[in-house]
């Protein structure tokens, strides 16, 4: 059970964690503990962030898979 809940939100997650953890060559789930801490600590700000940046990811690989086409022309 455990296991399906961790596999959704990974699938349906934004991908920041992941993103910065291979950035940085850091645990992706000690980043995804400083989310959840921080979020705790400072009432939501880091969520916002999270949100921010996983729009940002999700532009940037739109931005990407378009340039692909345009040039597979």
């Given at each position: 059970m455990l296991q399906r809940v961790i596999t959704f939100f990974e699938r349906y997650s934004f991908g920041v964690c992941t993103y910065l953890g291979e950035r940085f060559n850091v645990s992706i789930s000690?980043?995804?503990?400083?989310?959840?801490?921080?979020?705790?600590?400072?009432v939501g700000f880091p969520l916002i962030m999270y949100i921010f940046a996983g729009i940002v990811l999700d532009?940037?690989?739109?931005?990407?898979?378009?340039?692909?086409?345009?040039?597979?022309l």
């Open positions: 000690k980043i995804r503990l400083f989310f959840i801490y921080s979020s705790f600590l400072a532009i940037r690989n739109y931005v990407k898979r378009s340039h692909t086409r345009v040039t597979d």
